[in-house]
């Protein structure tokens, strides 16, 4: 008798990298306390590309915060790779930012006075990757821009800077990208060659990715949308 073994495709797995549970956001302001998120649940597995979508205000950039631990829950808890923000020390959601997340934003947020080469390769060196240079340059090259290292932001264009962005974020080779509206600021036809790129390395590196957007064509290229309305996912 035969005994066949079967194994899922490897792009396929039940590993949840991301876990919300009970997520309260509450910042003060100046009328008084604003609830932003009120109670998120969500699980982000391995490999996954989530969409995120819902109107202006919801909640989304809030979330995307909490998840790269630039912004500390009010109450809940984050896991990321079995580890619980939560109850990081900033120093440690720091380390685990540098080595788990890449961030990608609508602004580029590149360092004016350094060239596309350094804002790729100063953090890999920050995080000490030996092989640094030679990484970002690889990096830059593989969004098309083997032939801009040496360029300044300021002489670069805006799809050109927001490709610099990309290889920043996906160079030390993170788990977990997160992206606000990465081509907001583009016109249409070099946002669609960002997010061409974005989503053949995110295909290429087996990178999760959650894509906030307001462009529900974009949102339909990722395999799950979720809806986020008034601080909850709907
Ligand atoms: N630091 C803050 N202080 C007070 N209110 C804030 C702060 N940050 C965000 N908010 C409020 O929280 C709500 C959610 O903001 P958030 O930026 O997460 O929305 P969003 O869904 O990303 O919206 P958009 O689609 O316009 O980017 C908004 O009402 C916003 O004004
Ligand atoms: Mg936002």
Redesign the pocket.
């Known amino acids: 008798m035969d005994i066949i073994v079967t194994s899922p495709p490897a792009s396929v797995t039940t590993e949840t990298l991301v876990q919300v549970r009970g997520l309260f956001l509450t ?1 003060p ?1 100046s009328a008084g306390p ?1 609830n ?1 998120l009120r109670g998120m649940d969500l699980d982000i597995a391995a490999g996954e590309a989530v969409g995120v979508v ?10 995307l915060m909490v998840l790269a631990g630039l912004e500390r829950a009010t109450s809940g808890t984050v896991t990321m790779a079995g580890r619980e923000m939560t109850r990081m020390s900033e120093d440690a959601l720091a380390k685990l930012r540098r080595e788990q997340v890449g961030i990608v934003f609508q602004a580029f947020f590149l360092i004016p006075t350094m060239t596309a080469l350094e804002n790729v390769s100063v953090p890999l060196e920050l995080a000490g990757v030996t092989d640094a240079r030679q990484r970002a340059e690889a990096s830059l090259r593989s969004v098309g821009l083997g032939h801009r290292l040496t360029h300044l932001p300021g002489q670069l264009s805006g799809g050109e800077q927001q490709r610099v962005a990309l290889a920043r974020a996906f160079a030390p080779r993170p788990r977990l990208l997160l992206a606000d ?1 990465p081509t907001g600021n583009l016109d249409r036809a070099t946002g669609e060659t960002v997010m061409d790129l974005l989503f053949a390395m995110r295909e290429q590196s087996g990178t999760t990715l959650m894509l ?1 957007t ?1 462009d529900p064509a974009l949102a339909a290229r990722c395999s799950r949308v979720i809806r ?1 309305a008034d601080g909850r996912i709907a």
């Open positions: 910042v302001a604003v932003i819902g109107p202006s205000g919801s909640g989304k950039t809030s979330l509206e906030i307001h986020i």
